[in-house]
């Protein structure tokens, strides 16, 4: 088996936005180094003092470099191998892979980490950079943050691990999660999942009809896509995505608290066969209040039933401090416990825009849940809301979400 050991310096820390400025590849066949390839790399764009400083390459030193897509040919000969391997693997693989997507080059290998390796091998060491493991394994790195003296130290730790796993046991154990082997199903377009974006959103596993097999949602829809085709093999999900999965179907949404609402939403209106972790009732307990003989209004945080609470909580601890919070607030403003509660009725038969910071809106109307919308430009109109907001069907989970938004964030609701 052939390792290629790859060591990337970039302009930047993201692959969007920032571009490689040298690249060297060294291949390990038999625990032995047995070739080596480097290359300066002209990016699109300058390179940042700071980054100068670090890697002590600077801007005229790759005038006249070739650019990544004159070194494609050459690229591609000197990656052949049968896995990938990176001191931060995820970090390396995907500058290369997104600029071989800009030239529309498909490019895939599996892929292994040699901090995650080192980690297995030598727990006793405790700090994994390739600093320190140069150190503790006696390996050298004589130019450190230039891309061939680090590739060629990161080949020497990954050589150590192998010899510390015996015929790479651990390494060929799936269960270890070391080699990432990038399965993509068989009946899937492979064109689908190369172009699959690294951003927020909502992603669908569907079948030969259409229908789907399983959604979930991600903060980087191609990283989390990667995982389920890479990892826990020998589950059913797993087997039933590699034999039954035909198209890959996403929506990009501007946030995290977004796409776990839309990912809901989809879950409820198809309830695919592979989501049977789907969500549980998560408000049990609720809040209600009732008059004693003396005519004095009491408050009680119970088990809820049917439609009566004033307000639901995911524990009855939350619904304990949420009260006392309340209570101590209207205290201050000088409310009796009656016009409490009648406050407390009155605004669930209000309707709320909550203004999210990280961009969109979610639309609450007689505590439910009940619409997002994806850009900053809506207006404070209720049937413009109605009309123009993605409707979404209310449930315990988006509920508590939407409670949990108006208890953190009383500046960001708009009243319509």
């Known amino acids: 088996m052939k390792f290629v050991v790859v060591d990337i ?55 006249d470099a070739p650019d990544f897509q004159s070194l494609i040919p050459e690229l591609q000969k000197q990656l052949l191998g049968d896995v990938f391997v990176a001191h931060s693997v995820n970090f390396d693989y995907s500058f290369i892979e997104r600029s071989f997507q800009e030239y529309q080059v498909p490019w895939r290998m599996d892929k292994l980490c040699t901090i995650k390796y080192a980690r297995k091998i030598f727990p006793e060491i405790g700090r994994y950079s390739l600093a320190n493991l140069a150190r503790e394994l006696l390996v050298s790195n004589n130019n450190p943050h230039r891309a061939l003296s680090d590739a060629l130290c990161a080949a020497e730790v990954l050589i150590h691990c192998f ?33 699959l974006p690294e951003e927020f959103g909502v992603y669908e596993f569907k079948d030969a009809q259409g229908l789907p097999l399983y959604i979930g949602k991600a903060n980087n829809i191609k990283k989390r896509i990667t995982q389920h085709f890479s990892t826990q093999k020998e589950t059913t999900k797993y087997q039933r995505l590699m034999k039954e999965c035909y198209f890959l179907d996403y929506t990009i949404l501007p946030n995290e608290i977004l796409a776990l609402i839309y990912e809901d939403h989809k879950i409820r209106a198809h309830w695919p066969i592979l989501n049977k972790s789907q969500k549980k009732q998560s408000l049990k307990f609720g809040l209600y ?10 408050w009680v945080i119970q088990k809820s039933k049917g439609s009566g609470a004033l307000r639901k909580f995911g524990s009855y601890l939350s619904g304990q401090t949420w009260l006392a919070n309340y209570l101590e607030e209207t205290k201050s403003i000088r409310t009796d416990n009656r016009d409490t509660l009648n406050s407390l009725k009155q605004s669930f038969q209000k309707s709320w825009i909550i203004n999210l910071d990280e961009g969109g809106a979610v639309f609450i109307e007689n505590g439910n849940l009940v619409g997002i919308y994806l850009e900053d430009d809506f207006l404070h ?25 108006m208890d953190q964030r009383p500046d960001s609701i708009l009243e319509i």
């Open 9 to 63: 310096e970039t302009t930047g820390g993201r692959p969007t936005g920032n571009d490689i400025t040298e690249i060297a590849v060294v291949h390990v066949e038999n625990k032995k180094i047995i070739h080596q390839w480097s290359s300066l790399v002209k990016p699109n764009s300058t390179i940042p003092y700071n980054i100068q400083v670090l890697t002590g390459i600077s801007n005229e030193m790759v005038a």
């Open 163 to 195: 010899h510390g796993d015996y015929d790479q046991k651990l390494l060929s154990n799936p269960k270890s999660g070391l080699l990432q082997r990038i399965q993509i199903p068989d009946n899937l377009p492979r064109e689908q999942y190369v172009n």
């Open 289 to 298: 209040a009732y008059e004693n003989g003396k005519g004095e209004i009491k």
């Open 381 to 405: 109109q209720k049937e413009w809301v109605r009309k123009n907001f993605l409707t979404i069907q209310p449930s315990p989970t988006l509920n508590a979400i939407g409670q949990k938004l």
